[in-house]
């Protein structure tokens, strides 16, 4: 039977490339489909794989092109993963990339552009409940899926050393949550928009302009500035998943990754929660 047509690779690849220029930081995040076409129909008609490239290669190829070229933009690093494939390897006559951006936006504090503080494009979605009973109600406002990076400033050390623990203790992170928030009404606000946008004004300036010891620690002084600066609500909740971005080894490669190239994830994730409230 003749095989039609075949290709194959590797998805999902996640990258993300940090340009640190002191402390003014470009994030360029995106997932990859690498798929190669050539000289590999022996592997799927004869079981042999002598010509295939491996695609844990494909995968490191893409981390340590992007470690080489941190700041390109989107379209010229794909044609430096492309470049690669087709250098050096005789037998691929073809690759196809598609690349996914998440798009980070600098986000203002004080009206200034933030150095290393980021929103995501696109983000996000209020959040209003309402629970009416005939001797009163409880009225609810929020966000879900607020998505919030910092790219330094945050650290996580000191947690129990039990002999399960893995990750070692560091006191610079990349810290990114995707944020549910929910605020109870103890009164209503003059006004319910502008009340809600300087709530979260305030969690984003204590978030980016503070450093954190934990998201633990920043959840619990983001409350509190949110509780001090508007007294008509009562209480506030979080619900914040860690957005992992964990540093690649690029050693076996011959580089050296300063904090500049990450492999982000977000399974499994922390999962922290907490409500403050006035007491």
Known sequence: MPLISSRYGKARVRVMRLTRDGDHHTPREMTLTVLLTGAFDAAWTSGDNRACIATDSVKNICNVVAGRNLSLDKEAYVEAIARTFLDTYPQVEAIEIEGEETRWLRHAIAGEPHGHVFTLDGNGMGYVRLAARRDGAVRQSGLRGFTLMKTTQSGWSDFVDDGYRTLPDT??????????????????????????????????EVFGATYSHS?????????????????????????????????????????????????????????????????
Do not use: C
């Open 171 to 204: 006191r610079d992170r990349i810290a990114a949550t995707a944020m549910d928030a929910t605020w109870t009404w103890g009164d209503d606000p003059a006004d319910h928009d502008a009340a809600n946008a300087r709530v979260l004004a305030i969690l984003l």
């Open 215 to 279: 998201v633990q620690d920043s959840m619990y002084r983001m409350g509190e500035a949110v509780l001090a600066a508007i007294p008509e609500i009562a209480e506030i909740g979080f619900a914040m998943p860690n957005k992992h971005y964990i540093p690649l080894d690029l050693a076996p490669f011959g580089l050296d990754n300063s904090g500049t190239v990450f492999l982000p994830t977000d399974e499994p994730h922390g999962q922290i929660e907490a409500t403050i409230g006035r007491g």
